[in-house]
């Protein structure tokens, strides 16, 4: 098996059951989540932080079917938030027609990895996206 690598720092690639799952950075003070390194807290101005595993699993809490994007990107595609146990994560949904009868509010999603590309020596960026849960 080639060698994976993470198109974020915050998807975990090797978890400790070996799946995949997102980890967000939790405020000790209020409890907020962050994707990106934080210094301090934006809703409480706390300065204390600690890595917590995002839930697989979430709702898809808005959405929109972008048809228009810069060139060498595929369109259409579904850019969305999902509620992920009261994570807010946004990302594409995937593996599924990008049309509002596929996709719709409310409807229930799952993690899913996708390869972004794979360099000379092997190496395969692995981004994600969220999946309808079938």
């Given amino acids: 098996m080639s060698k994976q690598v993470p198109l974020v720092d915050y998807l975990v ?3 400790p ?3 995949a799952h997102l980890a967000a950075q ?4 209020c409890q ?3 994707f990106d390194h934080r210094i301090a807290c934006a809703s409480c101005e706390g300065e ?3 890595t917590v595993d995002v839930p697989t699993e979430g709702e ?3 959405f929109t079917i972008v048809s228009f994007a810069a ?3 595929a369109v259409p595609f579904v850019a969305a938030v999902v509620d992920c146990g009261g994570t807010s994560v946004r990302a594409n949904i995937v593996n599924t027609p990008p049309d509002p009868e596929h996709v719709r509010l409310g409807m229930k999603v799952r993690l899913a990895l996708t390869t972004v590309g794979t360099d000379a020596a092997g190496v395969e960026a692995v981004g994600f996206g969220f999946e309808p849960v079938a």
């Fill in 13 to 15: 690639l090797d978890g």
């Fill in 17 to 19: 059951d070996g799946s």
């Fill in 26 to 29: 939790e405020c000790v003070s």
């Fill in 32 to 34: 907020a989540h962050f």
């Fill in 48 to 50: 204390e932080f600690r």
């Fill in 60 to 62: 898809l809490r808005t």
């Fill in 71 to 73: 060139p060498g990107i």
